[in-house]
DNA sequence: AGCAAGTATCTCGCTGAGCGAGAGAAGAGT
DNA sequence: ACTCTTCTCTCGCTCAGCGAGATACTTGCT
């Protein structure tokens, strides 16, 4: 135990990032007429999008934690938006696919992009080693908080 | 141009911290009866009280970006549950002072100790100047979300 | 085939977090 | 004195999300 106030700083820096990008997130929603929930879901909606998976209200209820009642209230706000859009699965009727409109993509372009081009412009002021020494950084104190849920 | 999947995937690994801190605090809030809303105030609470720091309603709800309205309940809400008492300013009687009870600390020892010990362990595996690489990279990237925000 | 059991989604009624507007109380400037 | 500002709280409201249960469709069993 020869130097404790290093690793709680970073620790408290880590936090401080997040509540920081919450309150990002919180305040685009806010900007945009969303509920801070209505962005998660257009997260998750662009990410399965992306990787070309099928999402229903019941995949999307679950991954953000909502009850199916909740799911139909986000889905109808999400479709009155005009972000997304309902239509029955015709192999399995009982089903319902979530299809993102391009609206949807091109908010989340606004959200994003401005973001993150700032973060890779930050990003060039480290030196190559250095990236890889944060990549592995963040990977670890990932994984600690994934195993922690976990148990 | 030339390496664009380095940073691209620092971002991806910074939202997916992020993800999973809210989730961890998600979960522990909601095994603990309280919103993720209270969870926020105690923790700016409990870091306050260890600086040292007066908290007041008007300054809590700030830092959570709440209104007035919505601060008197959230303070409402903390002193039913006895996490929090309040005290009138001696000094400027218009002021009340946010005080935390013992059993609030206790609380988030019991919950965020064993996090913060694993994060604090899994960090000996990094070098001091690694870690002081890490500390500078999270403060970047700190200052660019809350720089983007304010604009 | 027919019918129970399971699955996916939606409806209904309700609770309560948070908002806007503004009241009340205390300090600061003239 | 008397405005002006600051800090907190009250009132009335909206609406996100919950629990319970209805509805529609599929699957498995006999």
Redesign the interface.
């Known amino acids: 135990m020869s130097d404790?106030a290093?690793?709680?700083?970073?620790?408290?820096?880590?936090?401080?990032?997040?509540?920081?990008?919450?309150?990002?997130g919180?305040?685009f929603a806010a900007r945009n007429g969303l509920h801070p929930t209505d962005l998660r879901a257009l997260i998750h909606l662009l990410d399965a999008a992306r990787a070309g998976e099928v999402v229903t209200p019941g995949r999307l209820g679950e991954a953000l934690?909502l009850n199916s009642a909740g799911t139909t209230g986000l889905v109808d706000r999400l479709e009155r938006l005009g972000l997304i859009r309902r239509e029955r699965d015709p192999q399995d009727r009982r089903r319902v696919r979530l299809l993102v409109e391009q609206r949807a993509m091109e908010m989340g372009e606004g959200f994003f992009g401005?973001?993150?081009g700032?973060?890779?412009a930050?990003?060039q002021?480290?030196g190559?080693g250095?990236?890889e020494?944060?990549?592995?950084?963040?990977?670890?104190?990932?994984?600690?908080?994934?195993?922690?849920?976990e148990k």
């Open positions: 404790v290093e690793p709680m700083g970073l620790v408290h820096l880590l936090r401080a990032l997040t509540v920081e990008l919450d309150l990002f919180a305040e934690g401005g973001l993150i700032d973060l890779v930050a990003m002021q480290f190559p250095e990236l020494t944060a990549r592995r950084f963040l990977t670890a104190m990932t994984g600690v908080v994934t195993a922690a849920r």
